[in-house]
């Protein structure tokens, strides 16, 4: 292991093993495509033209430049190097005039951005919070950062997932498909393991409680299976289709909503 190496975070080089094919696994899948259509009907809904927005764990970039093309600003952060390579080659080659910054900064440190102009709304897509031990921390870095009345969508794994419970069970693996149930787990690329925590709702709505209220809540993968059934998936399009049509029908119930891969909550920063 080099030097550099031993001072990333683990969770960097874990995302860092990730980062070559993440696109084709998971963003240019038809299940990453269906989650993230969701989201960004969300997003799309909340964040206006004219928005400096703050992303925390943005990835190969792919919602960043989403937002761009909707005339949105976005100063985009994440812990992996490898991604940030990867988000800023997309940006110099698909969109070389959009307002995005790509940053090399985890979400640990986003207190090094309190010299910026307050933001006027942050996200964070598809788990990166998972790997978060503090997030009471990170809510309180985020409303230093967030203008009053300023929202924060978050998209995190839930903590049970009836999709993976029956899957893995299925599949006679037992400890994965109730991994997520104790709150807790580790997962692992190559050489490099990381903590992942599964919060619920409520546990969230009490970790960036009082700087922060929840506004609504969002299933994100419902009935849509989670990214490891794609080869599946492949073979049966049309119950995808079903299955797409079905969560927009029911994402957004109570019971439901927290029973999906991902759940998105929108919240406010409250005002001063």
């Not at 999709?163 to 498909?177: D, P, Q, S, V, Y």
Request: proline share 5%; charged share 20%; hydrophobic share 40%.
């Amino acid at each position: 292991m080099t030097p550099l190496a031993m001072a990333q975070p683990p969770a960097a080089l874990v995302f860092d093993q990730m980062a070559r094919e993440y696109d084709d696994v998971f963003t240019n899948s038809m299940i990453g495509r269906a989650q993230r259509d969701t989201v960004w009907s969300v997003l799309t809904r909340v964040f206006q033209s004219g928005d400096h927005i703050l992303e925390l764990n943005c990835g190969t970039g792919e919602d960043a430049l989403f937002l761009a093309r909707n005339d949105v600003s976005v100063t985009a952060c994440d812990a992996s190097e490898k991604m940030i390579q990867i988000a800023s080659h997309r940006l110099r080659t698909e969109a070389p005039h959009a307002s995005v910054q790509f940053n090399l900064l985890p979400t640990e440190r986003i207190h090094e951005l309190q010299h910026v102009t307050k933001f006027d709304g942050a996200f964070s897509n598809f788990s990166g919070l998972n790997c978060v031990a503090d997030l009471r921390q990170t809510a309180e870095d985020l409303a230093t950062l967030l203008s009053p009345g300023a929202p924060l969508l978050i998209c995190l794994s839930t903590r049970f997932c009836p999709w993976e419970m029956i899957w893995f069970t299925l599949h006679g693996n037992l400890r994965k498909a109730f991994r997520r149930c104790s709150g807790h787990t580790t997962a692992k690329a190559g050489d490099f393991t990381v903590d992942v925590y599964y919060p619920t709702v409520r546990n969230l709505q009490t970790l960036f409680s009082p700087s922060f209220v929840i506004r609504s809540c969002t299933g994100v993968g419902v009935t849509v299976p989670p990214s490891y059934v794609e080869a599946w998936i492949r073979n049966h399009p049309k119950l995808l289709s079903m299955f797409r049509t079905i969560d927009k029908a029911i994402s957004s119930l109570p019971g439901f909503r927290v029973l999906g891969d991902h759940v998105l909550l929108h919240f406010e920063r409250v005002q001063l």
